[in-house]
């Protein structure tokens, strides 16, 4: 099978495109045919071994996948022919044949393609992982992403208002950027440069109930200062580069939490999230309440310049390899 594999840490313009044997399956593996796989962060820092997790090389790189089941254990929830989106658990995906465990596919909703499909599950269930559970948003409340434009960024424009949100405020660096952040639902619109001042304004003073942040760097104090008493702010990432660091007393000052919201380590050391999960968003997606995803589209000898387009900050919105 034709797939895009790592083979030295020298970052996305090294991902080769290599002619390698299928992946085995394995007991509880459901074997999928390949027809998209999703890009994101994670495969740029992998491609440059400064992930948390580093696979031995060289490895195929992805996270996740859109296909068809050909296989699939008799006792699985999908059988061969269904059409499905898995997690490979970063590493294995962007190949013309991935392995997945049962627990980790899912039947696609029938109005949703495969290739949107393939942007699905990485960034809505970290999005709804973060709304819901680790930021707790209350109905009417007032959300602002950071990096909106981006793959996390168009996940929460999307999703927020069908998971309550009232007002949903974009943060993004570019006018370009703007615009696909109006068009994946943004209430409102703020140029970084300069953006604490324009979300004071825009609450009237108030702030905002939510910041989810995959940015970190240097906005980070202003993210704290945009919060409204009693807000919450999401720490899901650093694509900025620096990790910060806060003073706890600001937190105290105005009653507002800085709250952890990893997604990954939550789905492994809770068996059975995965699915609750997918149980809620699946059919908000069949009933068009959640927007499917409208990716930029590479083909699979293109995957290096799709995952550099994250590293360059050039991306927009999710982005796919299509592989079919
Ligand atoms: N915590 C979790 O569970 C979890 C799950 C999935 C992903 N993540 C993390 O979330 C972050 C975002 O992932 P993503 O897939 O949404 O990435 P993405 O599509 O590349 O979007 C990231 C956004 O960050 C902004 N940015 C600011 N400074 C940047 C820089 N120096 N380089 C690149 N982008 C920069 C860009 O927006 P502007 O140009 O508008 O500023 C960009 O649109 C990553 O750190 C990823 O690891 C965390």
Redesign the pocket.
């Known amino acids: 099978m034709r797939a895009a594999q790592v083979s030295k840490l020298e970052g996305p313009e090294s991902v080769e495109i290599v002619d390698i044997p299928e992946p085995k399956s394995y007991p509880g593996g459901v074997v999928i045919d390949v027809h998209a796989a999703g890009v994101?962060?994670?495969d740029v820092l992998m491609s440059r071994g400064l992930y948390q997790m580093k696979p031995e090389l060289p490895f195929v790189v992805g996270g996740e996948v859109a296909g068809i089941v050909r296989e699939a254990p008799a006792d699985a929830h999908v059988k061969a022919g269904d059409r499905v989106v898995a997690l490979t658990l970063l590493g294995n995906a962007m190949a013309e044949t991935a392995v997945a465990p049962a627990q980790m596919v899912f039947p696609l909703p029938d109005n949703v393609s495969l290739e949107s499909g393939a942007g699905i599950l990485?960034?809505d269930l970290?999005v709804h992982f973060c709304l819901r559970n680790r930021g707790r948003l209350a109905a009417g409340e007032t959300v602002l992403v950071h990096?909106a434009?981006?793959?996390?960024?168009t996940s929460t424009l999307r999703m927020a208002t069908a998971l309550g949100a009232g007002r949903v405020i974009a943060v993004?660096?570019t006018e370009a950027?703007a615009e696909v952040a109006r068009a994946n639902g943004a209430t409102d619109v703020v140029l970084?440069e300069g953006w604490l001042a324009a979300v004071k304004e825009l609450t009237g003073g108030r702030g905002v109930d939510i910041v989810l942040d995959?940015?970190g760097?240097d906005r980070f104090t202003d993210s704290v200062r945009s919060l409204a008493s009693a807000g919450r702010l999401l720490v899901?990432?650093?694509?900025?580069?620096e990790i910060p660091t806060v003073k706890v007393n600001r937190l105290l000052l105005k009653n507002v939490e800085v709250i952890g919201?990893?997604?990954?380590e939550w789905v492994m050391t809770h068996p059975g999230y995965l699915t609750e999960q997918w149980a809620e968003v699946a059919p908000l997606l069949a009933a068009g309440k959640i927007a499917a995803p409208e990716p930029v589209l590479y083909p699979l000898d293109r995957a290096a310049e799709a995952i550099a387009s994250?590293?360059n900050?050039t991306?927009t919105g999710k982005v796919v390899v299509t592989l079919r």
């Open positions: 994101a962060f994670p990485f960034n970290t990096g434009a981006g793959g996390i960024g993004v660096s950027k970084a995959p940015v760097g899901v990432g650093f694509t900025a580069g919201a990893a997604w990954g994250l590293e900050r991306a």
